[in-house]
C-alpha cells in the first residue's frame, strides 16, 4: 500500500508564498506521474498541476505563472511552489500518484490517481 503525507500546508495573505510537500512510500520511478489536487469547500476536486515520471509538467490555467511542481527522486518527494497566492486558492490540497501496476509481466498506468494523501490545508486572506 503506498503512503503519500503532504505537509506544507497553512494560512498566509494574499499575494504570499507557501511550498507544500508530499514524501511518498515508494520510489517515485514506481509512479507513472503524480499530481496535486484541491478542493475547496462546496466545489468539486479539481487538478492543480501534474508532473511525469520524465519531468513533463502541466498546470491548470488558474495556477500557471504562479505554481511550480517538481519532485526530488531520492528523497522521495513531490513539491508543489505557491506564489502570488489569491484568495481563491484556499482549498484542501491533496497529493495523489499514478502508481504502475504489473500484471503477468505487463507495466500498465493507470489513467486516474490510485493512491491519495490525507490533505494539507492553504487558507490565503486578503
Known amino acids: 500500500q503506498v503512503q503519500l503525507v503532504e505537509s506544507g500546508g497553512g494560512s498566509v495573505q494574499a499575494g504570499g508564498s507557501l511550498k507544500l510537500s508530499c514524501a511518498a512510500s515508494v520510489p517515485i520511478s514506481s509512479t507513472c506521474g503524480m499530481d496535486w489536487y484541491r478542493q475547496a469547500p462546496g466545489k468539486e476536486r479539481e487538478l492543480v498541476s501534474t508532473i511525469s515520471n520524465g519531468g513533463t509538467t502541466t498546470y491548470a490555467d488558474s495556477v500557471k505563472d504562479r505554481f511550480t511542481i517538481s519532485q526530488d527522486n531520492a528523497k522521495r518527494t513531490l513539491y508543489l511552489q505557491m506564489n502570488s497566492l489569491k484568495t481563491e486558492d484556499t482549498a484542501m490540497y491533496y497529493c495523489?500518484?499514478?502508481?504502475?501496476?504489473?500484471?503477468?509481466?505487463?507495466?500498465?498506468?493507470?489513467?486516474?490517481?490510485?493512491?491519495w494523501g490525507q490533505g494539507t490545508q492553504v487558507t490565503v486572506s486578503s
Open positions: 495523489a500518484a499514478r502508481v504502475k501496476k504489473y500484471t503477468l509481466g505487463i507495466t500498465r498506468c493507470p489513467d486516474a490517481p490510485n493512491a
